[in-house]
């Protein structure tokens, strides 16, 4: 599976090298403050991103997004002891990009999908109540392909410029419960992937070459 991730990797940095050597294409860099919405998770998030414009219209290019833990922290008691479970996820999706532009800078509405990789991490740890001890610690860690119709809006300020996206992302593979058994805790711990959520992002980019679009 790391051998097939690196090969993707590859390919993919090796065509925007190429299609930088386009003297019609130009670059655009951008970053962005995000939020992730979905089921069981709700949480802040950033990212950024590298687009090569193709004839005016077309984008493709590469992006890298994180949404650090969304860390929920309980009471609960089991065997006469009081307990403090906390438990939260990591997501990171990391993706190719094709968008579609529609008229001309400086605002440009956009339609466009990521389809690639999304690492996602689950902890949970119980201590005693007044955190003095562990008593369990568990680190689920998992990566799903996953794949995000997109649309946003494009205003160029000159060089740079602002931008605004919401995406619904789909991780496969991901439909099927996970559960932590907890010595003493009859219930199992459900910690099954957020596989369907929204994002939404803002942020700002920077323009290299390709004239004024």
Do not use: C
Request: glycine share 16%; charged share 15%.
């Amino acid at each position: 599976m790391k051998l097939k991730n690196t090969l993707f990797f590859i390919a993919v940095f090796t065509t925007l090298g190429l299609l930088s050597l386009s003297a019609q294409s130009q670059v655009q860099i951008g970053i962005n403050g995000g939020r992730l919405e979905g089921t069981g998770s709700s949480q802040w998030g950033f990212g950024g991103h590298v687009k090569f414009l193709v004839a005016d219209k077309f984008a493709i290019g590469v992006a890298a997004r994180g949404y650090p833990k969304n860390v929920k922290t309980s009471d609960i008691n089991f065997g006469g002891n009081n307990y403090k479970m906390t438990r939260g996820n990591t997501i990171v999706p990391v993706t190719g990009s094709l968008d579609y532009y529609f008229g001309k800078a400086p605002v440009r509405p956009y339609i466009g999908a990521d389809i690639g990789a999304y690492f996602r991490q689950y902890v949970l740890t119980i201590t005693q109540n007044n955190g003095s001890s562990s008593y369990y610690n568990t680190s689920d860690k998992q990566t799903f392909f996953g794949a995000a119709p997109r649309a946003g809006l494009n205003v160029a300020l000159g060089p740079v410029g602002i931008f605004g996206q919401a995406g619904y992302n789909f991780l496969f593979g991901s439909g099927d419960k996970n559960n932590i058994t907890v010595p003493g805790i009859n219930n199992d711990i459900d910690t099954k992937p957020t596989d369907k959520f929204w994002t939404f992002d803002v942020g700002v980019f920077f323009k290299i070459g390709g004239g004024s679009n």
